[in-house]
């Protein structure tokens, strides 16, 4: 998943004459009240898709041909990213160096987990075995979302948790 916006141009060049001069004379923009720059517009647009926070974002603009040139390399990152495997050693080792202290989960919710292991790729889907078949509390599976990108990456990619108790 890639989020690209575009018509950037248009924003950040005669736009902002436009609107430099509407804020001067006091005339009322045609428009809501947006940032004034990349930065700022990036996070409202990643407030307003909270559930997209792993995917990268672009500015272009399509008539111009700017920042156009980056979409292919990125999207064959984000299709290498989204086919990649994780050795179950791999993921054992990462486990635990995780700190679930630092989880926000609510005492009954915590799980004691053995090991994790990646089934399937595209969407990457990893199997929690745990000493318990519960749904794992929301915050619970975002921190060790957070924690597997943090460790290797899947740009642009979602996650998928499953949890399954130890037989």
Do not use: C
């Amino acid at each position: 998943m890639i989020i690209i916006v575009n018509k950037w141009d248009l924003w950040s060049g005669a736009g902002a004459l436009a609107r430099e001069k509407n804020a001067r004379t006091g005339a009322s923009a045609p428009h809501r009240q947006m940032p004034a720059d990349r930065a700022a517009y990036e996070q409202r647009l990643r407030y307003g898709l909270k559930f997209l926070s792993y995917a990268p974002v672009l500015f272009i603009s399509a008539t111009n041909g700017k920042g156009a040139e980056k979409i292919l390399p990125l999207l064959e990152k984000v299709a290498s990213e989204r086919r990649k495997r994780i050795p179950t050693a791999e993921m054992n080792r990462f486990l635990k160096q995780v700190d679930f202290d630092r989880a926000s989960v609510p005492a009954s919710k915590r799980v004691k987990i053995y090991y994790m292991t990646q089934a399937a790729v595209a969407p990457p889907t990893f199997i929690l075995f745990t000493d318990r078949k519960v749904r794992l509390h929301f915050s619970y599976q975002r921190f060790l979302e957070n924690q597997i990108r943090r460790a290797f990456g899947f740009l642009g990619t979602p996650i998928w948790i499953k949890n399954r108790a130890r037989d």
